[in-house]
């Protein structure tokens, strides 16, 4: 069965540095693979995804995530944090369309000024 | 993408009492529709995928009896937590899928039995 680890629970950065969220999968198959993000209170808000397209994808906001599958990983980073990135950040993985998607355990952000 | 929408977005009952919480698909239909549940700091807990005129699959451990999931129409899919207890408080949000393995979610649905 797929799953998701996501590396720290909590992250802090400066306004300005670099955001590194981190994420490894383990599929059977070549997975689909998403960052969403979550507000207070909020439903979920895609990112981006992988989905066996072009290996780096850009999403919005300026985020973006590099799939290796060697390293079974999916790691998130935008060059430049910004206050209004304070969220929590959720990786997901699936198999195929329709199938259901499996929620790692999530990072939560913070920007310090 | 596919426009989702919750309600009630906050609910309060009280203790064996059942709430009823619905799922629409604005502009999209939706032969498949996910429900999750989510723990305060926690990620996000599939609990079943709703299928429009037919039952329900649930996830390992998520009671059926407790949890009732009805798919009547290509755009409406509702979730009864049937007689609530507090340990059924928690913020329930759906999802609707239009391909390529991306989600749609809801506002979210936050309920909390006294």
């Known amino acids: 069965a797929q799953s998701v680890t996501q590396l720290g629970s909590h992250v802090s950065v400066s306004e300005g540095a670099l955001v590194l969220l981190r994420c490894n999968y383990s599929s059977s198959v070549p997975p689909y693979l998403f960052w969403y993000v979550q507000y207070p209170n909020q439903g979920l808000q895609l990112l981006l995804k992988y989905t066996s397209a072009a290996t780096l994808v850009k999403g919005i906001n300026g985020f973006e995530a590099e799939f290796k599958k060697s390293e079974t990983s999916f790691h998130l980073t935008k060059p430049s944090a910004h206050m209004s990135d304070a969220a929590e950040y959720f990786c997901?993985?699936?198999?195929?369309?329709?199938?259901?998607?499996?929620f790692g355990p999530g990072t939560s952000l913070s920007v310090i000024p | 993408g596919a426009v989702v929408s919750q309600h009630p977005s906050r609910v309060i009952c009280k203790s064996g009492t059942s709430v009823k919480i619905e799922c629409r698909s604005l502009d999209f239909q939706a032969t498949t529709m996910f429900w999750y549940r989510q723990f305060p700091k926690q990620s996000l807990m599939l609990m079943a995928t709703?299928?429009?005129?037919?039952?329900?699959?649930?996830e390992q451990g998520v009671e059926k009896d407790k949890f009732l999931i009805n798919h009547a129409s290509l755009t409406l899919s509702t979730l009864t937590v049937t007689s609530a207890h507090p340990e059924d408080s928690s913020f329930y949000i759906c999802s609707v899928e239009q391909g390529n393995g991306e989600l749609f979610f809801g506002e979210g649905s936050r309920l909390t039995v006294l």
């Open positions: 997901a993985v699936s198999l195929y369309s329709y199938d259901k998607v499996i």
């Open positions: 709703s299928n429009e005129g037919s039952k329900a699959t649930y």
